[in-house]
């Protein structure tokens, strides 16, 4: 029988986690302008604390899991070209955007428990904002590089038989 190479199984959990990680950061950017459209204060804090979780429980787990995958597929690439380094430099940029964003998320948390006014809590909010639309052009570069790259491994491979 016909072996499966081991890198079609991580480019799948790369692929996975890619996309779980988009629904994640999709949720929070609801959450996060939900506030501007209902400025109470309620809304602000219920925001401060959902994306605080969010962050630890999910999008932390996720992005490490895209960036360890990533590195896997690195070492079992054969021969990495102009384009791979391009996805991958691309790639990198919104995983370190979502680090620095959730630097961000846990010091508003903080704030907020140390009860500093709110406009000082409207600093991270803009902070998150700016991070998202930054690392956004970089995310859509990386993903079509990856689907192309994606496509011409499994040509070869047909190919090869
Ligand atoms: C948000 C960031 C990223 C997105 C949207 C993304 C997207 C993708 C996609 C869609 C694929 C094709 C998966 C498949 O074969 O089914 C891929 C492959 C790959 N990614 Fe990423 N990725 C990201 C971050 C990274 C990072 C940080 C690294 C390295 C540290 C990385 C390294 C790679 C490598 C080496 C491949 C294999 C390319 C090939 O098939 O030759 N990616 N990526």
Redesign the pocket.
């Known amino acids: 029988m016909q072996e499966i190479p081991l890198v079609n199984y991580v ?2 959990i ?2 996975c986690s ?1 996309a779980a990680w988009l629904g994640v950061v999709m949720t929070e950017v609801l959450i996060e302008v939900y506030p501007y459209v209902n400025k109470n204060g309620r809304a602000y804090n219920s925001t401060i604390h959902f994306h605080y979780w969010i962050d630890l429980l999910l999008e932390l787990p996720l992005v490490l899991l ?2 360890g995958s ?2 896997v ?2 070492f079992l ?1 054969q021969g990495l070209d102009l384009l ?1 380094i391009l ?2 430099g691309s ?2 940029v ?2 370190l955007a979502c680090f620095a964003g959730i630097y961000v998320v846990l010091r508003r948390s903080a704030a907020l428990k140390a009860g500093k006014k709110e406009e000082e809590l409207w600093w991270g909010s803009r902070n998150i904002v700016i991070v998202v639309l930054v690392a956004s052009p970089f ?1 859509a570069l ?2 079509g590089l ?2 192309w ?2 496509r011409g ?1 499994l040509l070869e491979m047909l190919a090869a038989g």
Do not use: D, E, Q, T
């Open positions: 480019a799948l790369h692929l890619v895209l960036l990533g590195i597929l690195i690439n791979h996805k991958i790639g990198l919104p995983v995310f990386s993903m990856g689907v790259l994606a491994r």
